[in-house]
């Protein structure tokens, strides 16, 4: 490890190392450092992504794709399923990743580019000279670094302390904070082609539940709920235990992980003087579903191209910075996001009943009307109650 780098990025998730390898692409020199003592370990994900979303960034490689997947099934509260893709997905719909080797793969293409990898490395403060963040204090094998850096991009994840440290506001409150709970259930019978999605309030307050095919007879099997909704008897994991007792009580466990995710609203700025913020230290997960895999990977590249530049021009002040704010915010990403909250916003003042009523009116529209448009207006046309709960939408 150098004492000076043009760009310290600091988290070695999808955010961080596409934000490494397209700065390093650019020929910057580049130090991601990651706290864990392996890159993706331990997986804290249901590994779900869309196809389209992935191409992206990627090709896909079978080394890292757990599962092939060509239809997506919502379940209401009383078990009405409404499919979606199918034979109508045209090869698309989306891959459950296997994230241990996918997250190693992207470092490692970020180190093809140039950057320097180093794990076991946690981040412990960002070194500020003249109130701009100029660095870090790394803590590696029992020693302490300062890293000197003329940008820093934290893509420190939903636990994400850099940004604060450096004087922004990341507070999530608890009620936009999902805690979650997942089990790696083997030995089960599910439709390996399949995503299954579960909402329902008793179930799961103001979350759902996923069934994620891993392979063969084995699947990731989780919850999210809000974090008021979580108590003594009545945490993430109790709710997850009921389910899997009702719906799979021979599957086998082998793995259970806990984590959070942020369903708030994005951070009011994204970037400060030699700063920028990628992924879900941004609070860029998406409200409703909770993925942020796309989401940080999008965002990572930006802030990777946009500090290139800035470090082109000689100028990476807040003011110059603001392009990678301005881009993500105003382009798809930022439109989908303030979309989907108001949609969340909506959701979590429904109940079972108006769950069921809209699942229902889903499951009386033929296949080949399914485009987002039509299933929009079919929903309002069945559920005239939804035009005032979801205004923004009209
Ligand atoms: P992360 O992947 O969290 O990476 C941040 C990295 O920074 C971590 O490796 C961390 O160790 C490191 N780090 C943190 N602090 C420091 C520090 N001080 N110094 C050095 N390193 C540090 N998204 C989907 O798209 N699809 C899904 O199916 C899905 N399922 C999920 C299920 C669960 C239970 C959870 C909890 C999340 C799920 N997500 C899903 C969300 C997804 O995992 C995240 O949105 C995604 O990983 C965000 O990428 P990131 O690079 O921003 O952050």
Redesign the pocket.
């Known amino acids: 490890m150098k004492g000076a780098y043009d760009v310290l990025v600091?988290?070695?998730?999808?955010?961080?190392?596409l934000a490494a390898k397209a700065a390093a692409e650019q020929g910057l020199s580049v130090l991601l450092?990651?706290?864990?003592p392996a890159?993706g370990a331990p997986v804290?994900?249901?590994?779900?992504?869309g196809k389209e979303a992935l191409a992206e960034f990627i090709d896909p490689d079978p080394k890292w794709i757990a599962a092939d997947l060509d239809k997506a099934v919502l379940i209401g509260p009383d078990g009405t399923k409404f499919t979606i893709g199918g034979e109508h997905a045209g090869g698309k719909v989306g891959y459950v990743l296997d994230r241990k080797v996918f997250?190693r793969e992207l470092v490692w293409q970020a180190a093809e580019a140039g950057a320097e990898i180093q794990v076991h490395?946690?981040?412990?403060a960002p070194i500020m000279i003249n109130g701009k963040v100029s660095g870090a204090v790394i803590h590696q094998h029992g020693k302490t670094y300062e890293v000197r850096a003329k940008v820093v991009i934290a893509?420190?994840?939903?636990?994400?302390?850099?940004a604060k440290w450096a004087g922004i506001n990341t507070t999530v409150p608890l009620a936009e904070l999902e805690t979650?709970?997942?089990y790696i259930v083997n030995d089960i019978d599910i439709d390996e082609r399949a995503n299954l999605f579960y909402f329902s309030y008793t179930d799961a307050p103001w979350g759902y539940i996923?069934v994620?095919p891993k392979g063969h007879r084995c699947a990731n099997v989780?919850i999210?709920i809000a974090g008021t909704k979580s108590g003594e008897g009545h945490r993430a994991k109790d709710y997850l235990d009921r389910f899997i007792a009702r719906e799979f009580p021979n599957g086998k466990i082998t793995e259970l992980?806990v984590?959070?995710?942020s369903v708030c609203k994005p951070l009011e700025c994204t970037v400060a003087d030699n700063l920028l913020i990628?992924?879900?230290?941004a609070r860029l997960?998406d409200p409703i579903?909770?993925?942020?895999?796309?989401?940080?990977m999008y965002t990572?590249r930006l802030a990777g191209e946009v500090a290139a530049s800035a470090l082109k021009k000689g100028d990476t002040s807040k003011k110059a910075l603001m392009v990678y704010d301005e881009t993500w915010r105003n382009g798809h990403l930022g439109h989908a996001l303030a979309r989907n909250y108001a949609v969340k916003e909506a959701f979590i003042k429904m109940d079972d009943a108006k769950f069921n009523s809209i699942v229902h009116s889903m499951t009386d529209l033929s296949l080949d009307e399914i485009t987002v448009k039509s299933l929009v207006i079919a929903i309002f046309k069945a559920n005239p109650w939804l035009a005032l709960e979801l205004p923004r939408l009209l």
């Open positions: 600091v988290g070695g998730g999808p955010g961080g190392a450092v990651e706290k864990r890159i804290r994900c249901a590994e779900g992504i997250d490395a946690r981040a412990s893509a420190d994840g939903v636990e994400s302390k850099f979650c709970a997942q996923w994620f989780g999210g992980i984590g959070g995710v990628v992924g879900d230290a997960s579903t909770g993925g942020g895999i796309y989401n940080a990572g």
